[in-house]
């Protein structure tokens, strides 16, 4: 049995569910805001990780907060889990997955300062912290700033060179979908953008990557290769999603860089199904974020032609056989 770990009940986790039954392999939706998502999961010969980094933002924080155990305890019982762990680290950490990318040798945004709203608003300037709960950096060391280039910029905000230069990205460290996003020219755009943010929430400011092309590279992988690649608009505020109202239009013929760019990083990332976003930038490929889980609609479905859930199902499918192949061998 596959179990397939939700906590949004969006169209495509029901698609999924239904396209891996089609297929003749038994499964099991567990819905991880409940209690006994653990003991439902770790019944099933292999899991499917569907919870996304913005689960908090959409009021499933439970789900975020047990998805580690439970996949922690799933991997030490031998069930397959696709993705694997480690992959949803690097789905809920914007600044783990933009340092490992850049360790690889990988271009990827550089993270000048991973801090909370409240942090980061005194840090450029902006007045003290209000209230809230400092949050860890993603592998429990403090917050940091890393400067960039030849050093930060002067603004009116902050009097002195601040510690970073602009424009700049500021987002979630775990978020998606846009939320409290925001492209920023200066500290005191960051500071004004920060107002309506909860203070403890961990943010990251990093790099903006300008888009050569003025569009941002949609790549889904599956099975770690490059299954669906689109070009999505880039909406008037400088960003880019669905929820931004961004049109989405195919991209046969993409760069064979781009593609191999993905393909690396999802190797060492983890991620077996999910999708990852590129800027096309005059310096190369520029991956601004990676996502192992992924999420489309009907009208998405029929716009590209393709059903992406289905090819989710068509891999899931082969992988359960094979789990359940190599353990009649050992038996």
Partial sequence: MIGILYESGEWSDYHLAAEV?????????????????????LACDMLASRVFASAQFRGHAASLARYPQVAAR????????????RAHAFEASK??????????????????????????????????????????????????????????????????????PFPCIVKPDCGGRTTYTALAHSAREV???????????????????????????????VGGRCALVVKRSVAENGLSGYHQG????????????????????????????????????????????????????????????MDLMAKHADYLAERHCDVMRRRGVAE
């Fill in 74 to 85: 799933a991997e030490a019982s031998g069930i397959v889990l696709v993705n694997p762990a």
């Fill in 246 to 305: 961004s049109t989405y239009t195919m991209y046969a013929n993409c760069p064979r860089k781009v593609r191999d760019a993905v393909e690396q990083a999802a190797a060492l990332l983890g991620i077996e199904l999910g999708s990852f976003d590129v800027v096309e930038t005059a310096e190369g490929p520029c991956i601004i974020d990676a996502n192992s889980v992924s999420n489309v609609s009907p009208d998405c479905t029929e716009l590209f032609g």
């Fill in 191 to 221: 500071c004004d953008f920060l107002q309506n943010v909860p203070p403890d929430l961990l943010m990251v400011a990093q790099s903006y990557a300008a888009p050569a092309h003025g569009f941002l590279t949609r790549v889904e992988v």
């Fill in 95 to 164: 600044r783990a997955t933009a340092e490992a990318l850049t360790a690889a040798g990988l271009f990827a945004p550089t993270v000048f300062a991973c801090a909370t709203a409240g942090e980061l608003t005194e840090m450029l300037g902006g007045g003290p912290a209000t209230g809230g709960r400092a949050a860890a950096a993603p592998d429990g060391a403090a917050p940091k700033t890393a400067a960039h280039g030849g050093g930060g910029s002067a603004d009116a905000a902050g009097g002195d060179a601040l510690p970073f």
């Fill in 21 to 41: 039954a089609a297929r003749g392999v038994d499964v099991r939706l567990v819905n991880m805001e409940h209690a006994e998502a653990e003991r439902e999961a």
